[in-house]
């Protein structure tokens, strides 16, 4: 049992190592053939620069002004999102008079919103947290709308049979129901605002790794464009991660399916009793005179 996840990981490292050799084979030898390998920085060059970059206050700073810029958007949009996703799909009320409205506005791409967070908001903070808010709301809204339209409408009905009101279904079917599809659009919500909340910070920002990476950009120091690259990598796939996380821990009740040899394994089902040959044959007797008479009907309607 315990050599699977080892081997997994392994075979993790692995794949990451060879992404890593392959990237510092091709620019060390400058292979220019349809890419520009040449151009890119090496695997050593990015790894000096990072910890050249570690060892300054300011990356820190850009770490955590940006993270404290998704946490606030993202909660923000995991709230609004939820509440307006179940109103919508409860209600024909606010269905037609807020389903128009977010129909024509989430086409809109989040970093288009920038001079409209400018002009709104007195502070470029305030703006950047919105366009991240924003970005995040829209997966939330529609996974949430579409998981609580797929509920099975026996549930809500034997609660109110056992005299549930609103606020009961709400809180035992609706919310347990579809959380599932809740944290899969906040799973999806939480990666988009990672994109647009760099885009606004290289745009409007004045701290934070997606400024930086511009920064650096402007001053042709690739090595550290590539630091904020990875850094943004990585600190999407931690808060994503977390995310998900946590959604399986809410829904620990769904059935998980395991897959083994490349198969997948479902809950072994109880074993079917083993009858008797003469029990078999004794409960078979009747069935086969069933048969027998339904035949027998059958041909006297045929003569």
């Keep these: ?10 075979l993790r490292a692995v794949s990451l190592a060879t992404a890593l050799g392959l990237w510092q084979l091709l620019t060390s030898m400058d292979v220019d053939l349809w890419l520009r390998f040449s151009q890119f920085p090496t695997v050593t060059d990015v790894a000096r620069a990072f910890s050249d970059r570690l ?3 300011d990356y820190w700073t850009d770490l955590t002004d940006s993270l404290s810029r998704i946490l606030g958007g993202f909660a923000l949009a995991a709230v609004l999102g939820v509440a307006t996703g179940v109103l919508v799909a409860r209600s024909r009320l606010a269905e037609d008079l807020l389903g128009p409205v977010l129909e ?12 409209v967070a400018i002009l709104l908001f007195p502070s470029n903070e305030q703006g950047i947290v919105f366009i991240t808010c924003t970005a995040a709301f829209f997966p939330v809204l529609v996974s949430t709308r579409h998981a609580v339209r797929a509920l099975t409408p026996v549930w809500e009905e034997a609660v109110r049979t056992m005299g549930g009101g609103r606020l009961r279904i709400l809180g035992s079917v609706v919310l347990p129901g579809a959380l599932p599809g809740i944290f899969g659009g906040l799973s999806v919500g939480i990666g988009v605002s990672w994109i647009c909340v760099i885009s606004a910070e290289m745009i409007s920002g004045q701290y934070g790794v997606g400024y930086r ?6 001053v042709v120091n690739y090595p550290g464009v590539f630091v904020g690259m990875v850094t943004i990598g990585v600190l999407g796939w931690v808060t994503s ?15 998980r399916t395991s897959y083994v040899g490349g198969r997948a394994r479902t809950p072994r089902t109880l074993p079917v009793p083993v009858r008797a040959e003469g029990e078999a ?19 006297e309607h045929l003569v």
């Design 213 to 218: 990476t511009w920064q650096d950009y402007t």
């Design 104 to 115: 024509v506005v989430r086409p809109i791409p989040a970093i288009a919103l920038v001079p």
């Design 55 to 57: 060892s300054g206050a």
């Design 241 to 255: 991660t977390a995310v998900e996380l946590l959604g399986r821990r809410l829904t620990r009740w769904l059935p």
């Design 281 to 299: 044959e004794h409960e078979s007797q009747p069935d086969q005179q069933g048969e027998n008479d339904t035949e027998e009907a059958r041909d």
């Design 1 to 10: 049992m315990t050599r699977r996840p080892l081997a997994r990981y392994a």
